[in-house]
């Protein structure tokens, strides 16, 4: 079984500041990947950034990073500039086995 | 934009009646998924298909069934729907096994109500 938890259901930025949602995670799997989403008022499910576990380097897009740390188990994500589009809930997730689990979410607000 | 349909987006039905809720893929990708979410849960896998014929549970399957008898189609039926059954269901597929290719894509959901 794996497991993701996300401990902050509620984060606030200022726009044009960067924040850091945390997500930490469990797995026996050697071989797994993880993911944010992003989900906005209009329900839709939209992938942010992928990461292969095997991989040292951490992935970015954008203004989108994560902060991989494999021995902690940790995966945050860091939105550098926040912009008013980027509030949502971000879900994190973990596949491995043919499966996707995910945390319960962070609302993130971003206020101008 | 992965061409992903859900069908119907909205329902609202009685206890006791049966639903079937059918997700349509234009990418021929050999994996489909459905989930349901609810407030306090995130996502929760309800069961998947691997190909035409092949499908498996989740962790939340009791009371839901699936067949999958196209590349293309994925339906869901609640054989008598319940209130706890209430949620927006989510379609995903994917393209398993290739490499690098297990990223899940998402339908616009469907939010069921039962009353």
């Known amino acids: 079984a794996q497991t993701v938890t996300q401990s902050q259901p509620e984060m606030s930025v200022q726009e044009a500041e960067t924040v850091t949602l945390s997500c930490t995670y469990d797995t026996s799997e050697s071989d797994y990947y993880l993911f944010w989403y992003k989900q906005p008022p209009s329900r839709q499910m939209i992938l942010v950034i992928r990461q292969e576990a095997y991989k040292q380097q951490n992935a970015t897009e954008n203004r989108f990073s994560v902060n991989f740390q494999k021995a902690a188990k940790s995966f945050s994500l860091k939105i550098s500039d926040s912009q008013l589009g980027d509030a949502a809930m971000y879900f994190c997730a973990i596949f491995s086995g043919s499966r996707l689990t995910f945390g319960e979410g962070t609302q993130l607000t971003v206020n101008p | 934009d992965a061409g992903i349909t859900q069908s119907p987006r909205h329902k609202v039905t009685e206890t006791g009646t049966p639903v079937t809720l059918r997700c349509h893929q234009t990418?021929?990708?050999?994996?489909m998924y459905w989930y349901r979410q609810d407030p306090g849960h995130g996502l929760r896998l309800i069961h998947y298909s691997y190909g035409v014929k092949d499908t498996d549970k989740g962790e939340v399957s009791d009371g839901y069934s699936v067949s999958r008898s196209k590349t293309e189609d994925f339906l869901l039926t609640l054989e008598s729907a319940t209130s706890s059954q209430t949620s927006v269901y989510f379609c995903?597929?994917?393209?398993?096994?290739?490499?690098?290719?297990?990223?899940?894509?998402f339908g616009p959901g469907t939010r069921l109500t039962v009353l």
């Open positions: 990418e021929n990708h050999r994996y």
């Open positions: 995903a597929i994917s393209a398993l096994p290739t490499g690098g290719s297990d990223t899940q894509y």
